[in-house]
């Protein structure tokens, strides 16, 4: 199964246009689309893109870029403000890639703090989305009971010292419907699989 992550840097997407498209037997199955980053910013697109893939059939889910140097409690009170999940989302996703200038330990304090408050109001894990290197050097020990998303470019598959629920293998992917780039995602598994990561 194939999927997309998108944000106010692809513009404005045509998600009719995506959902019909479909080159050798790929076809996009979801979207992960940015919703807010740090304790202030709410995609401009964000809205938009949520109301259209859910129209278009596509499985949608949201994403929050995690800035460590601001509190994980407010991060996660904004994303939860911003998006209002429903039966069949996929799950909340928390994307970490910097450390802004903290130690491991400062960092991995603040990344639960928004990990735990989406549990407690979600009542699911959320999916940690990060990039290969990134997860070994911060997060791989201490975080293995939430599903992981790597980050890995230009590989036949990614390194198998973590067990990835999607992997983001492309950042380069041209797409019917969007003008611009765009990364492209495989999830590890079918269907079934899937849908244990959707929200009840």
Do not use: C
Request: hydrophobic fraction near 40%.
């Amino acid at each position: 199964m194939h999927g997309i992550d998108v944000s106010r840097y692809q513009g404005k997407i045509e998600w009719k246009n995506v959902a019909s498209m479909e080159e050798r037997d790929v076809k996009i199955d979801f979207a992960f689309i940015k919703a807010t980053e740090g304790v202030l910013l709410v995609d401009p697109y964000f809205q938009r893109n949520w109301d259209q893939t859910l129209k278009v059939g596509i499985i949608r889910g949201a994403y929050h870029y995690f800035k460590p140097q601001k509190s994980g409690l407010w991060q996660a009170d904004l994303f939860l403000q911003a998006v209002s999940f429903e039966s069949g989302d996929l799950l909340p996703v928390v994307d970490i890639e910097e450390t802004g200038g903290k130690s491991k330990v400062d960092l991995q304090i603040n990344l639960k703090l928004f990990l735990k408050r989406i549990e407690k109001k979600l009542g699911v894990k959320p999916i940690i989305y990060t990039g290969y290197k990134f997860y070994l050097d911060n997060l791989k020990g201490d975080f293995d009971a939430y599903p992981v998303w790597i980050a890995h470019y230009y590989r036949a598959k990614p390194k198998t010292n973590v067990k990835w629920k999607f992997w983001q293998h492309s950042d380069k992917a041209r797409i019917n419907g969007i003008i611009y780039n765009v990364d492209m995602n495989v999830f590890n598994g079918g269907m079934d699989d899937l849908r244990k990561l959707l929200m009840p």
